[in-house]
C-alpha cells in the first residue's frame, strides 16, 4: 500500500512503476481523495490487505488529513512501515512517536533514484520473506498438533518452496497426514505427487487411491483425474 500526497505523485509514480517490474502488486489511489464511507472502507480494505505500508514522507503528506490517517491504520494494523523520506520535513506529531525509530529511506535527489530503489526493494524483500518463515513456523506448530488445514498449508510449502526451499519429500509427508484426516485438497495434492513427483515417489496405485479418496467426497479435480 502507497500512502503519498498527489503533489509528489511524479516521483511517487515512478517508485511504483519500479516496483511494479520488480513483481510486486501495489496499491495507490490515483484518482485522487474522494468522501463518502465506500471511500474508507476501500482504503482501509487495501491496508489490512497489503503486507508492507510504504509511506512516502514530504511537507505535502505530513500536513495531509488523509494520509496521517492511513498511518494511523497501519500502525493499529500492525502492518510493516517503510518511510521513504521525499524531504526532510518532520513527520506529523500524530504519526511521530510510532514512525520515530523506524529506518528509512531518505531520496531527495533525483539523480540518486536507482540506489533508492534498490534499498527498497532490499528492505521489501527481507520483511517478505521473514513474514512468510513467521507464517511457515506457525503452520508446523499447528500441524504438529494435528490440525489438518496447517498440515495441508505446509505440505503446499514445501511443494512450491514457499519460504522454505522445495522439498518433495516433506510436502508428501505433510499432505499424507492432511490426506488420511479426509482433507480432499491434500488428497489430490498426494495424488498429484505420486503422479508426477520424482521417479522413486511415483506409484499408480497411490494415484487410484488418493484420487478415489477425493472423487468419492465429490471433489470434481479427484474426479477428472481419476477417469482420466
Not at 81 to 98: C, G, R, W
Not at 113 to 124: A, T
Not at 131 to 157: N, P
Request: aromatic share 10%.
Amino acid at each position: 500500500f502507497i500512502s503519498y500526497s498527489r503533489k509528489d505523485s511524479k516521483i511517487v509514480k515512478r517508485f511504483a512503476d519500479e516496483l511494479g517490474k520488480a513483481g510486486f502488486s501495489v496499491w495507490m489511489d490515483v484518482n485522487g481523495i474522494e468522501t463518502g464511507d465506500e471511500f474508507k472502507r476501500n482504503i482501509v480494505t487495501a491496508i489490512k490487505e497489503s503486507e508492507v505500508f510504504l509511506f512516502f514522507s514530504s511537507e505535502a503528506s505530513n500536513a495531509s488529513v488523509w494520509t496521517v490517517k492511513e498511518v494511523n491504520v497501519a500502525v493499529m494494523l500492525q502492518k510493516s512501515i517503510i518511510p521513504i523520506k521525499l524531504d526532510s520535513a518532520m513527520y506529523d506529531d500524530s504519526i511521530l512517536f510510532d514512525l520515530a525509530g523506524l529506518d528509512f529511506i531518505m531520496c531527495n535527489d533525483i539523480g540518486g533514484f536507482s540506489d533508492e530503489i534498490d534499498k527498497l526493494l532490499r528492505s521489501l524483500r527481507k520483511i517478505i520473506n521473514r513474514e512468510s518463515l513467521s507464517q511457515i513456523e506457525s503452520y508446523r506448530m499447528k500441524a504438529e498438533l494435528g490440525d489438518v488445514e496447517s498440515q495441508f498449508r505446509l505440505g503446499e510449502s514445501y511443494d512450491n518452496g514457499d519460504g522454505v526451499s522445495e522439498d518433495e519429500s516433506e510436502a508428501m509427508k505433510w499432505y499424507s497426514k492432511a490426506a488420511e484426516q479426509g482433507h480432499v485438497e491434500a488428497q489430490c495434492a498426494i495424488g498429484e505427487c505420486y503422479l508426477y513427483g520424482e521417479e522413486d515417489h511415483q506409484s499408480y496405485r497411490d494415484v487410484v487411491k488418493w484420487y478415489c479418496k477425493a472423487a468419492e467426497q465429490g471433489n470434481m479435480y479427484g474426479q477428472h483425474n481419476l477417469g482420466r
